[in-house]
């Protein structure tokens, strides 16, 4: 892995992001798959792929659809019956649990491979492939092909019938990453300071945002090695809370959920250092901003920039 490369990988977001939206402007490539909305969807991934796959999966059971997410690498693996349909996602095209999980499922039933990489192994034991398009990341981080896993399963949400509005949401996206981008040099400093601590970083964000500071939290432990975990929005005043109290708690707050005041009050009484991202909020030490932030499926795509862009600083 490489920092400087990494560090180009993440501003090259908004071009790719763009590209990426005029292809699934031509034709959503879920429509030729054998997936509907009675399928029975089994999403299948490591790391970053679980991530994604985890609030793809929540919002298909949303509008009625039978989803689920599976980290590949599990020994309980969910039962193939009629119109079950396997998504295998895997960046590399050859994470060694996924190709196991999709070895387990082979000829019971469809598998589709969503992938970076043409030709992958992943890919050669699917019934289809769709790639994500996200061009290779010469930094050797799963940055762009995150974002586009996430773009690619609104496409599938919408392909579904879900209202995700698909094309305004990445036109959005795009111009919100690029935002945050050519203003970091105004903000970056500013949330170094904050947010790292001597005893870690810790990233919060609305379980239907779950994957920002679980992805968010990995890109800090991935590139410049440093301890960071990502928790829910309401889970943390029942896992996370305790730590304030005994420990420099630094909290980048994704925000958005409903139950933050929870998290502000306790916050607040320890005197511990947030940050929030994406709304202005009482007791915050900073508070970033950026275009379109007002639009949770914009912030679902973009917002990780603020954790990916803080990493590569740090990383240099």
Known sequence: MKAELFRVDVERKPSVLT??????????????TDISAASRIVLLGMGSSHYANSVAAARLRSIGVDAIA?????????????????????????SVETLDAV???????????????????????????LLMGAEKE??????????????????????LGGEVGLQAVLAKA????????????????RLSELAI??????????ARRMSSAQQGSLMLREGPRLAATGCETGDWS???????????????????????????????????????VGRELEGSAFDLRYRHDDDDDVRLLAEVTVAELLAASLWQ
């Open 19 to 32: 590209q990426l939206a005029t292809e699934l402007r031509r034709e959503n490539p879920w429509v030729a």
């Open 70 to 94: 599976e980290i590949a690498s599990s020994d309980l693996l969910p039962a193939v019956r009629e119109g079950t349909v396997v998504i295998a996602v895997s960046a590399s095209g050859g």
């Open 103 to 129: 070895g387990r499922y082979e000829g019971q039933c469809p598998i589709i491979a969503l992938t970076n990489v043409d030709g992958s192994d992943v890919a050669g034991m699917a019934t289809r492939t």
């Open 138 to 159: 010469e930094g050797g981080v799963a940055c762009r092909s995150f974002l586009h896993t996430l773009a690619l399963l609104l496409a599938l949400e919408s392909h």
């Open 174 to 189: 795009s111009a919100a990453t690029a935002d945050l981008i050519d203003r970091q040099d105004d903000w970056l400093p």
């Open 197 to 206: 601590g001597p005893h870690g970083t810790h990233l919060v964000a609305p």
């Open 238 to 276: 029942h896992v996370d809370v305790y730590l304030t109290k005994t420990t420099d708690y630094r909290l980048v707050l994704f925000a958005g959920s409903r139950w933050e005041p929870q998290l502000l009050t306790w916050v607040s009484e320890r005197g511990s250092t947030l940050v929030a």
